[in-house]
Protein backbone atom coordinates (compact mmCIF):
# COMPACT_ATOMS: atom_id res chain seq x y z
CA UNK A 1 0.00 0.00 0.00
CA UNK A 2 3.02 2.33 1.04
CA UNK A 3 4.59 2.11 -2.55
CA UNK A 4 0.93 2.19 -4.58
CA UNK A 5 0.24 5.30 -2.73
CA UNK A 6 3.84 6.92 -3.67
CA UNK A 7 3.28 5.82 -7.15
CA UNK A 8 -0.22 8.02 -7.35
CA UNK A 9 1.58 10.84 -5.93
CA UNK A 10 4.07 10.48 -8.39
CA UNK A 11 1.29 9.82 -11.48
CA UNK A 12 -0.79 12.61 -10.23
CA UNK A 13 0.15 16.17 -9.38
CA UNK A 14 3.97 14.87 -9.86
CA UNK A 15 3.13 14.23 -13.45
CA UNK A 16 1.66 17.36 -13.83
CA UNK A 17 4.57 19.28 -12.53
CA UNK A 18 7.22 16.90 -14.69
CA UNK A 19 4.64 17.73 -18.22
CA UNK A 20 4.68 21.55 -17.42
CA UNK A 21 8.40 21.80 -16.46
CA UNK A 22 9.34 20.25 -19.81
CA UNK A 23 7.00 22.98 -21.42
CA UNK A 24 8.59 25.86 -19.82
CA UNK A 25 12.05 24.43 -20.61
CA UNK A 26 15.50 25.88 -20.44
CA UNK A 27 16.77 25.29 -16.67
CA UNK A 28 13.63 24.51 -15.52
CA UNK A 29 12.86 22.05 -17.44
CA UNK A 30 16.35 20.78 -17.27
CA UNK A 31 16.16 20.69 -13.17
CA UNK A 32 12.63 18.91 -13.47
CA UNK A 33 14.89 15.86 -14.93
CA UNK A 34 16.59 16.10 -11.62
CA UNK A 35 13.75 16.60 -9.61
CA UNK A 36 11.89 13.51 -11.24
CA UNK A 37 15.59 11.18 -10.71
CA UNK A 38 15.42 12.16 -7.13
CA UNK A 39 12.04 10.99 -7.08
CA UNK A 40 12.70 7.57 -9.08
CA UNK A 41 15.20 7.11 -5.96
CA UNK A 42 13.05 7.07 -3.17
CA UNK A 43 10.50 4.92 -5.10
CA UNK A 44 13.31 2.74 -5.06
CA UNK A 45 14.03 2.92 -1.52
CA UNK A 46 10.43 2.79 -0.66
CA UNK A 47 10.02 -0.79 -2.59
CA UNK A 48 13.15 -2.48 -0.76
CA UNK A 49 11.72 -1.14 2.50
CA UNK A 50 8.63 -2.60 1.66
CA UNK A 51 10.52 -5.79 1.22
CA UNK A 52 13.51 -5.87 4.04
CA UNK A 53 13.70 -5.16 7.69
CA UNK A 54 15.71 -1.98 8.81
CA UNK A 55 19.57 -2.06 9.02
CA UNK A 56 20.84 -2.30 12.47
CA UNK A 57 24.24 -0.42 11.25
CA UNK A 58 23.34 3.28 10.60
CA UNK A 59 26.30 3.15 8.19
CA UNK A 60 24.26 0.66 5.95
CA UNK A 61 21.15 2.85 6.05
CA UNK A 62 23.15 6.24 5.21
CA UNK A 63 24.40 3.92 2.26
CA UNK A 64 20.69 3.46 1.16
CA UNK A 65 19.53 6.78 1.29
CA UNK A 66 23.02 8.28 -1.11
CA UNK A 67 21.17 7.65 -4.05
CA UNK A 68 18.16 10.40 -2.82
CA UNK A 69 20.68 12.34 -0.92
CA UNK A 70 23.17 12.75 -3.88
CA UNK A 71 19.76 14.17 -6.11
CA UNK A 72 18.86 16.32 -3.67
CA UNK A 73 22.60 17.63 -3.42
CA UNK A 74 22.44 17.96 -7.52
CA UNK A 75 19.35 19.66 -7.82
CA UNK A 76 20.60 22.51 -5.29
CA UNK A 77 23.72 22.79 -6.72
CA UNK A 78 22.09 23.55 -10.45
CA UNK A 79 20.16 26.23 -8.79
CA UNK A 80 23.61 27.60 -7.40
CA UNK A 81 25.37 27.61 -11.07
CA UNK A 82 22.11 29.52 -11.87
CA UNK A 83 21.96 32.36 -10.29
CA UNK A 84 21.78 34.39 -13.08
CA UNK A 85 18.58 32.18 -14.72
CA UNK A 86 15.71 34.46 -15.47
CA UNK A 87 14.08 31.21 -13.90
CA UNK A 88 16.02 31.69 -10.66
CA UNK A 89 13.13 31.51 -8.43
CA UNK A 90 11.27 28.64 -10.39
CA UNK A 91 15.17 27.07 -9.76
CA UNK A 92 14.79 28.08 -5.86
CA UNK A 93 11.46 27.21 -4.47
CA UNK A 94 12.39 23.72 -6.01
CA UNK A 95 15.85 23.98 -4.39
CA UNK A 96 14.10 25.03 -0.96
CA UNK A 97 11.56 22.51 -0.84
CA UNK A 98 13.12 19.08 -2.44
CA UNK A 99 14.58 17.97 1.15
CA UNK A 100 11.27 17.26 2.22
CA UNK A 101 12.27 13.84 0.15
CA UNK A 102 14.24 13.61 3.71
CA UNK A 103 11.21 12.25 5.26
CA UNK A 104 12.46 9.10 4.99
CA UNK A 105 14.94 9.51 7.94
CA UNK A 106 12.74 11.75 10.37
CA UNK A 107 11.01 10.12 13.34
CA UNK A 108 9.06 10.22 15.16
CA UNK A 109 7.37 12.93 13.00
CA UNK A 110 8.03 12.80 9.45
CA UNK A 111 5.20 14.43 8.08
CA UNK A 112 5.07 18.13 9.88
CA UNK A 113 8.87 17.57 7.68
CA UNK A 114 7.36 17.38 4.97
CA UNK A 115 5.14 20.77 5.74
CA UNK A 116 7.92 22.43 6.74
CA UNK A 117 10.28 22.06 3.80
CA UNK A 118 6.93 22.99 1.68
CA UNK A 119 6.69 26.52 3.75
CA UNK A 120 10.20 26.54 2.91
CA UNK A 121 9.49 27.01 -1.11
CA UNK A 122 6.59 29.22 -0.75
CA UNK A 123 8.73 32.56 -0.16
CA UNK A 124 9.99 31.78 -4.06
CA UNK A 125 6.67 30.29 -5.48
CA UNK A 126 4.85 33.30 -4.52
CA UNK A 127 7.85 35.02 -6.61
CA UNK A 128 6.60 32.96 -9.21
CA UNK A 129 3.62 34.02 -9.05
CA UNK A 130 3.77 37.46 -8.80
CA UNK A 131 6.71 37.78 -12.11
CA UNK A 132 4.90 35.22 -14.20
CA UNK A 133 0.62 35.32 -13.60
CA UNK A 134 0.31 38.00 -15.85
CA UNK A 135 2.86 37.21 -18.50
CA UNK A 136 2.10 32.76 -18.87
CA UNK A 137 -0.58 31.11 -16.90
CA UNK A 138 1.94 27.73 -17.53
CA UNK A 139 3.66 28.84 -14.42
CA UNK A 140 1.02 29.47 -12.51
CA UNK A 141 -0.17 25.83 -12.70
CA UNK A 142 3.48 25.07 -12.08
CA UNK A 143 3.55 26.39 -8.70
CA UNK A 144 0.45 24.47 -8.51
CA UNK A 145 1.23 21.31 -9.51
CA UNK A 146 4.41 21.35 -7.46
CA UNK A 147 2.79 22.71 -4.33
CA UNK A 148 0.30 20.12 -4.57
CA UNK A 149 2.56 17.00 -4.83
CA UNK A 150 4.56 18.14 -1.65
CA UNK A 151 0.98 18.61 0.03
CA UNK A 152 0.01 15.14 -1.06
CA UNK A 153 3.60 13.61 0.09
CA UNK A 154 2.44 14.93 3.37
CA UNK A 155 -0.69 13.29 3.25
CA UNK A 156 0.50 9.97 2.49
CA UNK A 157 3.60 10.11 4.77
CA UNK A 158 1.01 10.78 7.48
CA UNK A 159 -1.16 8.07 6.70
CA UNK A 160 1.65 5.16 5.80
CA UNK A 161 4.14 6.50 8.05
CA UNK A 162 2.97 8.42 10.39
CA UNK A 163 5.86 7.64 13.12
CA UNK A 164 8.62 7.19 10.77
CA UNK A 165 9.36 4.84 7.66
CA UNK A 166 7.82 1.26 8.31
CA UNK A 167 10.16 -1.59 6.85
CA UNK A 168 7.80 -4.32 5.91
CA UNK A 169 10.18 -7.45 5.73
CA UNK A 170 12.50 -10.06 8.23
CA UNK A 171 16.00 -9.79 6.48
CA UNK A 172 18.29 -6.14 6.07
CA UNK A 173 19.02 -5.45 2.58
CA UNK A 174 22.42 -6.11 1.06
CA UNK A 175 21.95 -3.06 -1.28
CA UNK A 176 19.51 -1.10 -3.06
CA UNK A 177 18.33 -1.61 -6.80
CA UNK A 178 18.83 0.66 -8.92
CA UNK A 179 16.39 2.86 -9.48
CA UNK A 180 13.47 2.38 -12.09
CA UNK A 181 13.53 4.06 -15.14
CA UNK A 182 12.95 7.72 -16.06
CA UNK A 183 9.01 8.47 -16.38
CA UNK A 184 6.70 7.94 -14.13
CA UNK A 185 5.24 4.13 -13.36
CA UNK A 186 2.72 3.56 -15.98
CA UNK A 187 -0.81 3.32 -14.67
CA UNK A 188 -2.34 -0.49 -14.04
CA UNK A 189 -4.11 -1.57 -16.81
CA UNK A 190 -7.96 -2.07 -16.43
CA UNK A 191 -9.25 -5.20 -15.72
CA UNK A 192 -11.07 -7.28 -18.25
CA UNK A 193 -13.96 -10.31 -17.33
CA UNK A 194 -13.06 -12.89 -19.76
CA UNK A 195 -15.80 -14.64 -18.58
CA UNK A 196 -18.69 -12.42 -19.57
CA UNK A 197 -17.02 -12.02 -22.79
CA UNK A 198 -17.90 -16.07 -23.54
CA UNK A 199 -21.24 -15.59 -22.42
CA UNK A 200 -22.58 -12.59 -24.42
CA UNK A 201 -24.08 -14.67 -27.48
CA UNK A 202 -26.15 -16.52 -24.52
CA UNK A 203 -26.60 -13.61 -22.70
CA UNK A 204 -28.14 -11.41 -25.78
CA UNK A 205 -30.15 -14.96 -26.48
CA UNK A 206 -32.17 -15.30 -23.17
CA UNK A 207 -32.98 -11.40 -23.39
CA UNK A 208 -34.44 -11.56 -27.02
CA UNK A 209 -36.21 -14.88 -26.00
CA UNK A 210 -37.89 -12.79 -23.03
CA UNK A 211 -39.01 -10.22 -25.34
CA UNK A 212 -40.61 -12.14 -28.00
CA UNK A 213 -43.14 -13.78 -24.77
CA UNK A 214 -45.30 -10.94 -25.49
CA UNK A 215 -47.94 -10.59 -23.11
CA UNK A 216 -47.20 -12.84 -20.51
CA UNK A 217 -43.96 -10.92 -19.94
CA UNK A 218 -46.27 -8.90 -17.47
CA UNK A 219 -47.03 -12.44 -15.45
CA UNK A 220 -43.77 -12.17 -13.61
CA UNK A 221 -44.57 -8.59 -12.49
CA UNK A 222 -45.44 -7.98 -8.85
CA UNK A 223 -48.85 -6.38 -8.32
CA UNK A 224 -48.68 -2.86 -6.38
CA UNK A 225 -51.20 -3.16 -3.61
CA UNK A 226 -52.88 -0.18 -1.69
CA UNK A 227 -50.88 -0.21 0.91
CA UNK A 228 -47.96 0.77 -1.69
CA UNK A 229 -49.79 3.56 -3.58
CA UNK A 230 -48.53 6.81 -2.63
CA UNK A 231 -52.35 8.50 -3.64
CA UNK A 232 -53.38 6.70 -0.63
CA UNK A 233 -50.32 6.67 1.60
CA UNK A 234 -49.22 10.12 1.82
CA UNK A 235 -46.24 9.12 4.11
CA UNK A 236 -44.88 7.36 1.03
CA UNK A 237 -44.32 10.80 -0.39
CA UNK A 238 -41.84 12.38 1.10
CA UNK A 239 -38.63 12.91 -0.52
CA UNK A 240 -35.53 13.92 0.55
CA UNK A 241 -35.11 17.12 2.61
CA UNK A 242 -34.43 20.58 -0.59
CA UNK A 243 -31.15 21.65 0.07
CA UNK A 244 -31.04 25.00 2.04
CA UNK A 245 -27.49 27.67 1.27
CA UNK A 246 -26.12 27.73 4.77
CA UNK A 247 -27.20 31.12 6.83
CA UNK A 248 -24.37 33.94 5.86
CA UNK A 249 -22.50 34.40 9.17
CA UNK A 250 -22.79 37.67 11.00
CA UNK A 251 -19.43 38.03 12.31
CA UNK A 252 -17.09 40.52 11.22
CA UNK A 253 -14.09 39.26 9.79
CA UNK A 254 -11.42 38.38 12.47
CA UNK A 255 -8.20 40.05 12.45
CA UNK A 256 -4.60 39.37 11.61
CA UNK A 257 -3.10 37.06 13.86
CA UNK A 258 -0.65 38.44 15.80
CA UNK A 259 2.56 36.51 16.55
CA UNK A 260 5.60 36.63 19.21
CA UNK A 261 8.35 39.03 17.27
CA UNK A 262 11.13 36.48 15.73
CA UNK A 263 14.34 37.06 13.94
CA UNK A 264 15.49 34.06 12.85
CA UNK A 265 18.29 33.12 10.56
CA UNK A 266 17.39 30.42 7.74
CA UNK A 267 20.21 29.17 5.82
CA UNK A 268 20.79 32.06 3.34
CA UNK A 269 17.22 33.34 4.48
CA UNK A 270 17.06 36.08 7.23
CA UNK A 271 13.81 36.34 8.47
CA UNK A 272 12.24 39.08 10.81
CA UNK A 273 8.90 38.92 11.44
CA UNK A 274 6.05 40.62 14.03
CA UNK A 275 8.97 42.99 15.52
CA UNK A 276 7.44 45.75 17.29
CA UNK A 277 8.50 49.32 18.39
CA UNK A 278 12.09 47.84 18.16
CA UNK A 279 14.94 50.45 16.58
CA UNK A 280 17.81 48.23 17.48
CA UNK A 281 17.59 45.09 14.52
CA UNK A 282 21.15 44.45 13.07
CA UNK A 283 21.90 42.40 10.15
CA UNK A 284 25.53 41.95 10.44
CA UNK A 285 28.11 39.21 9.20
CA UNK A 286 25.80 38.40 5.74
CA UNK A 287 26.89 37.38 2.79
CA UNK A 288 26.55 38.16 -0.98
CA UNK A 289 23.72 35.64 -1.82
CA UNK A 290 21.83 36.18 1.25
CA UNK A 291 18.42 38.00 1.08
CA UNK A 292 16.59 39.76 4.49
CA UNK A 293 12.85 39.35 4.48
CA UNK A 294 10.51 41.36 7.11
CA UNK A 295 7.06 40.20 7.31
CA UNK A 296 4.31 42.46 9.31
CA UNK A 297 6.92 44.73 11.21
CA UNK A 298 5.47 47.96 12.90
CA UNK A 299 7.16 51.17 14.28
CA UNK A 300 10.73 49.36 13.68
CA UNK A 301 14.23 49.95 11.82
CA UNK A 302 16.44 47.42 10.50
CA UNK A 303 20.30 47.96 9.79
CA UNK A 304 22.11 45.77 7.44
CA UNK A 305 25.84 45.43 7.24
CA UNK A 306 27.51 44.52 4.29
CA UNK A 307 26.40 43.34 0.81
CA UNK A 308 23.66 41.06 0.11
CA UNK A 309 21.56 39.91 -2.23
CA UNK A 310 17.60 41.75 -1.79
CA UNK A 311 16.12 42.62 1.05
CA UNK A 312 11.50 42.80 0.99
CA UNK A 313 9.74 44.99 3.40
CA UNK A 314 5.81 42.89 3.18
CA UNK A 315 2.97 44.13 5.16
CA UNK A 316 4.93 46.04 7.23
CA UNK A 317 3.66 49.83 8.79
CA UNK A 318 5.93 52.78 10.16
CA UNK A 319 9.61 50.51 9.43
CA UNK A 320 12.66 51.62 7.94
CA UNK A 321 15.59 49.86 6.60
CA UNK A 322 19.24 51.18 6.32
CA UNK A 323 21.64 49.01 4.28
CA UNK A 324 24.84 49.26 2.72
CA UNK A 325 24.73 47.89 -0.84
CA UNK A 326 22.58 45.17 -2.88
CA UNK A 327 23.11 43.03 -5.47
CA UNK A 328 19.68 43.07 -6.51
CA UNK A 329 16.52 44.73 -5.64
CA UNK A 330 14.33 46.85 -2.73
CA UNK A 331 11.14 45.58 -2.62
CA UNK A 332 7.95 47.21 -0.56
CA UNK A 333 5.09 45.31 -0.97
CA UNK A 334 1.48 46.26 1.17
CA UNK A 335 2.97 48.49 3.42
CA UNK A 336 2.44 51.86 4.89
CA UNK A 337 4.38 54.75 5.90
CA UNK A 338 7.71 52.93 5.38
CA UNK A 339 11.34 54.27 4.11
CA UNK A 340 14.99 52.90 2.99
CA UNK A 341 18.15 54.70 2.85
CA UNK A 342 21.22 53.20 1.06
CA UNK A 343 24.84 54.12 1.53
CA UNK A 344 26.66 52.09 -1.47
CA UNK A 345 24.83 51.13 -4.42
CA UNK A 346 20.94 49.12 -5.73
CA UNK A 347 20.40 48.50 -8.59
CA UNK A 348 16.25 48.22 -8.58
CA UNK A 349 13.07 49.87 -6.03
CA UNK A 350 10.14 47.76 -6.44
CA UNK A 351 7.20 49.55 -4.64
CA UNK A 352 3.79 47.51 -4.70
CA UNK A 353 0.33 48.24 -3.22
CA UNK A 354 1.67 50.54 -0.26
CA UNK A 355 0.78 53.57 0.61
CA UNK A 356 4.03 55.87 2.12
CA UNK A 357 7.46 55.51 0.72
CA UNK A 358 10.61 57.28 1.41
CA UNK A 359 13.54 56.58 -0.62
CA UNK A 360 16.93 57.76 0.78
CA UNK A 361 19.31 57.63 -2.26
CA UNK A 362 23.51 57.85 -2.50
CA UNK A 363 25.48 59.53 -5.32
CA UNK A 364 26.27 56.25 -5.69
CA UNK A 365 22.90 54.67 -6.31
CA UNK A 366 21.62 57.67 -8.81
CA UNK A 367 20.92 55.34 -11.89
CA UNK A 368 18.45 53.34 -9.67
CA UNK A 369 15.79 52.37 -11.71
CA UNK A 370 12.37 52.32 -9.48
CA UNK A 371 9.14 50.50 -10.65
CA UNK A 372 5.87 51.37 -8.93
CA UNK A 373 2.53 50.28 -9.37
CA UNK A 374 -0.56 50.39 -7.49
CA UNK A 375 1.07 52.88 -4.63
CA UNK A 376 1.02 56.41 -3.48
CA UNK A 377 2.93 59.17 -1.34
CA UNK A 378 6.18 58.24 -2.78
CA UNK A 379 8.99 60.33 -2.66
CA UNK A 380 12.89 60.48 -3.78
CA UNK A 381 15.62 61.91 -1.75
CA UNK A 382 18.42 62.73 -4.06
CA UNK A 383 21.66 63.94 -2.57
CA UNK A 384 23.00 67.60 -3.26
CA UNK A 385 26.02 67.41 -2.35
CA UNK A 386 26.39 69.11 0.93
CA UNK A 387 24.30 66.71 3.73
CA UNK A 388 20.74 68.20 2.40
CA UNK A 389 18.31 66.24 -0.15
CA UNK A 390 15.96 67.25 -2.35
CA UNK A 391 12.55 65.98 -2.35
CA UNK A 392 10.52 64.55 -5.46
CA UNK A 393 7.53 62.74 -5.74
CA UNK A 394 6.65 60.01 -7.98
CA UNK A 395 3.94 60.48 -10.40
CA UNK A 396 0.73 58.66 -8.97
CA UNK A 397 -1.92 59.88 -12.01
CA UNK A 398 -1.65 59.47 -15.41
CA UNK A 399 -3.94 60.47 -18.94
CA UNK A 400 -4.49 58.04 -21.54
CA UNK A 401 -5.45 58.55 -24.96
CA UNK A 402 -6.31 56.56 -28.09
CA UNK A 403 -3.95 57.42 -30.76
CA UNK A 404 -4.89 57.84 -34.66
CA UNK A 405 -3.46 54.72 -35.13
CA UNK A 406 -6.24 52.89 -32.14
CA UNK A 407 -3.06 52.37 -29.72
CA UNK A 408 -2.95 53.63 -26.31
CA UNK A 409 -0.84 57.03 -25.36
CA UNK A 410 -0.43 57.84 -21.59
CA UNK A 411 1.15 60.93 -19.86
CA UNK A 412 1.98 61.82 -16.54
CA UNK A 413 -0.43 64.32 -15.30
CA UNK A 414 1.41 66.41 -12.67
CA UNK A 415 -0.44 67.54 -9.55
CA UNK A 416 -1.24 71.90 -9.44
CA UNK A 417 -2.32 71.20 -5.69
Known amino acids: MSVMGFTDIMQGPFAQYIQISKQIGGDVGQQSQLVQQAFNAQLAYLQLASQ ?7 NDLM ?57 AGQFYTNRVLKDWKEKDKRHVDWVKSWVQTLTELQAFVKQHHT ?25 PPPVVDLGSAGDAGLDRSALFAQINQGEN ?78 FRCSDSTVTVKGKINSITLDSCKKTSVVFDSLVSSMEFI ?27 LSPDSLDVEIVSSKSSEMNVLIPKGNGDYTETPIPEQFKTTITPNKTLSTIIVESKG
Not at 163 to 187: D, F, Q, R, S
Open 334 to 360: NCQSVQMQVFGKVPTVSVDKTDGCQIY
Open 52 to 58: SAKPANQ
Open 163 to 187: TGLVWGGKTAPTGIPPPPPGGCPPP
Open 217 to 294: ITRSLKRVTPDMQTHKNTGLRQGPAPFKAPAQSQTKPSAPVEKPPSFIRDGKKWLIEYQKQNHNLLVDGAEMNNVVYL
Open 63 to 119: SLLKPTSDQISAIQTFREKNRTSQFFNHLSAISESIPALGWVAVSPAPSPYVKEMND
